[in-house]
């Protein structure tokens, strides 16, 4: 392991060929804004867009608030263990190694790991073996909020041809041992989530749903001056404390005033555009995920935000009624899509609107350079418009001890820099 902050000065150097790279495939294609770029390379010391330094997380021990572990073998022991898989079973590894000298990992997580995997060890079940696909125990997952000091935890089981009286054994004793035994009492959870994880759905079928076991549906976390409910499916940054410098990022980015609309564009549970709601007129929000718009709607009412509505539906698909219903002419969006990126169409609706100004965020150079997908091509029948281009890109260092961070970019219509095109 290595210091925290030389990390940041690592995380530069990558970033800065990485922003080279993400340029060099928009001229690629678009070889008439090269000259552009080349002016912005005299400007900012070789880089054709301004590159900001990183933005570092004040806490970088024990950051993260959600973990997934799987449960495997230990590659020298042999042992049952829960932690994290060496490398990708794609690419051969079947082995989980421990998690218990990982900096990153909160030591209520880790307490909690122990616990259940000594429990999976005792266990009359065995654990879900990748190779021969047989098996039961499958996943760990935990939720922390620091705020509340609350611990959520989900159980994944691969049911195989168990009946149901033998399942509802397995979610008995589970509920038991964490409500009752002197090691599950200790660990002190607040939400015991089970989910049946069979290893093959049909086609179109869903997967089967989260049952609480234990305790309540939700965990309370603290983020500004705002308080979110968190669901076991609820997406949510990995690291609170990071939280505020990424969005205070997106806040300045945007330059966000009380005349101005923010579309929340694959808003999730809406903490992007809740925290932000009080730096603008109002956030309109689109999310896939119903789950999701529940959350969102559920936390901007338990906030008394008032200027914040979601909307259920494909980005694509919507998002053009939603530039529609906003009530103030100055629109900002901001994008947090998949990594896939976004979907053309998305891209056209962004193109043909009144749309100055894109906050896109992205956690990886390969989504980054594949998720633009339409915004930054020449304008033609089917892009109207100026294309919108990469001026600024600020880091923010929200995962601290590895080789990731979290790009936050402002596009700006390219007429709007140099003049009709």
């Not at 760990?140 to 009286?165: A, T």
């Not at 989910?195 to 976390?221: D, F, H, N, W, Y």
């Not at 009380?258 to 929340?264: A, C, G």
Request: hydrophobic content about 40%; some cysteine; glycine content about 6%.
């Amino acid at each position: 392991m290595f210091n925290f902050f030389p990390q940041l000065e690592l995380k530069m150097s990558d970033m800065r060929k990485q922003v080279v790279e993400m340029i060099h495939s928009i001229e690629r294609y678009q070889p008439a804004l090269k000259p552009w770029f080349d002016r912005q390379r005299e400007i900012n010391n070789g880089l054709p867009v301004q590159l900001d330094q990183i933005r570092p997380c004040k806490r970088p021990e024990g950051y993260r608030n959600k973990c997934e572990f799987s449960i495997g073998l230990h590659p020298q022991t042999k042992e049952k263990t829960v932690g994290f898989r060496y490398g990708k079973y794609s690419e051969g590894s079947v082995y989980i190694g421990p998690v218990y000298n990982l900096i990153h990992i909160h030591d209520r997580m880790k307490a909690v790991v122990h616990v259940f995997e000594n429990y999976v060890r005792g266990s009359r079940f065995d654990i879900f073996d990748v190779v021969t696909q047989g098996g039961h125990w499958k996943l760990l997952m935990c939720r922390y909020s620091d705020s509340s000091d609350e611990l959520m935890i989900k159980i994944g089981f691969d049911p195989q041809d168990l009946p149901e009286e033998e399942l509802n054994k397995v979610r008995e004793e589970l509920k038991d041992f964490f409500e009752n035994s002197d090691e599950g009492k200790e660990i002190r959870c607040a939400s015991v989530n089970f989910q049946l994880m069979p290893r093959r759905l049909a086609p179109g079928t869903k997967a089967p749903p989260v049952e609480l076991l234990s305790g309540r549906p939700t965990i309370s976390q603290a983020l500004f001056s705002l308080n979110f409910n968190i669901s076991p499916v609820s997406f949510f940054q990995v690291n609170t404390e990071a939280c505020h410098t990424l969005y205070d990022t997106v806040a300045e980015l945007a330059e966000l005033g009380p005349d101005t609309t923010l579309l929340d564009i694959c808003s999730g549970v809406g903490t992007i555009g809740l925290c932000l709601a009080s730096r603008c007129g109002e956030v309109l929000g689109v999310e896939s995920n119903e789950d999701a718009v529940a959350d969102a709607k559920l936390n901007a009412s338990s906030n008394s935000l008032s200027n914040c509505t979601f909307y259920h539906g494909k980005a694509e698909d919507i998002t053009s009624a939603l530039i529609g219903k906003a009530r103030f002419d100055s629109l900002v969006a901001v994008l947090d899509p998949p990594r896939a990126g976004i979907h053309q169409r998305l891209a056209t609706t962004l193109r043909a609107s009144n749309l100055e100004r894109i906050v896109y965020l992205a956690c990886d150079t390969k989504s980054v350079l594949s998720g633009f997908n339409g915004l930054t091509f020449a304008p033609s029948k089917k892009f109207a418009k100026a294309p919108f281009l990469p001026v600024r890109v600020v880091p923010v260092d929200m995962f601290p001890y590895t080789r990731g961070v979290e790009w936050v970019i402002l596009m700006q219509r390219w007429d709007t820099l140099v003049g009709d095109i």
